[in-house]
């Protein structure tokens, strides 16, 4: 697998670019079969008992539970760029198309960008904050965005959730152009992740 077409660089730590810096470096290999028409809705899932049969997946920084025909591949920075402390993995289905991402990104402080964006009485005005929804996802609080990807790579949704010790975690589904039942099991997997500090970010 090209790893190029998945990496997010060691800069995405910074709330305020994730969406510019995604169209610049991220583009997913394959859309789902099935294609229907973007939801607009901001989505919003409770978090999950593990189903009955599914294997979880454990790293330093969180869960992730997923059906048994699916398969965690390890797409970790440090593989690729060494002294880096994030964790990434992406989630492919029996088709063998990666369907999710979850990326982790530990930090010492609160990105002044992100601050500056974020944790305003009043957000500075921006196209990237205008865009983010606040919305619930494995029960936690977090932000959410469409991105459509260039070169057709279609629309991804995103997630980001800040928790108290300033780990920033974003969780992708290449599935944003999908039918319902695609998103549905998308989302059934995405609110089993647990955080390894499930505290949100207090501004």
């Not at 997010?8 to 099935?34: I, K, W």
Request: charged residues 15%; glycine residues 4%.
């Amino acid at each position: 697998m090209p790893r190029s077409r998945f990496a997010l660089r060691p800069a995405l730590a910074l709330l305020g670019t994730l969406a510019l810096l995604c169209l610049a470096a991220c583009t997913p290999t394959a859309r789902p079969a099935t294609v229907g028409h973007a939801s607009t809705a901001t989505p919003t899932t409770t978090t999950a008992r593990v189903p009955a049969g599914w294997k979880v997946l454990t790293t330093a920084h969180f869960r992730l539970a997923y059906p048994p025909d699916w398969t965690p591949v390890d797409n970790t920075n440090a593989k690729y760029y060494p002294g880096t402390a994030d964790t990434e993995y992406l989630i492919e289905s029996p088709d063998h198309h990666p369907r999710l991402d979850v990326r982790a990104s530990p930090s010492s402080s609160l990105p002044d960008v992100a601050h500056a964006e974020f944790c305003r009485a009043t957000p500075v005005a921006s196209p990237i904050t205008q865009q983010f929804q606040p919305t619930t996802l494995a029960g936690l609080p977090m932000y959410y965005l469409l991105v459509p990807y260039p070169n057709g790579g279609g629309i991804v949704r995103w997630w980001v959730f800040w928790n108290a010790q300033y780990t920033s975690y974003i969780l992708r589904a290449f599935d944003g152009d999908a039918n319902a039942a695609t998103q549905t099991q998308d989302d059934a997997i995405l609110a089993t992740f647990r955080p390894d500090n499930a505290t949100p970010l207090q501004c």
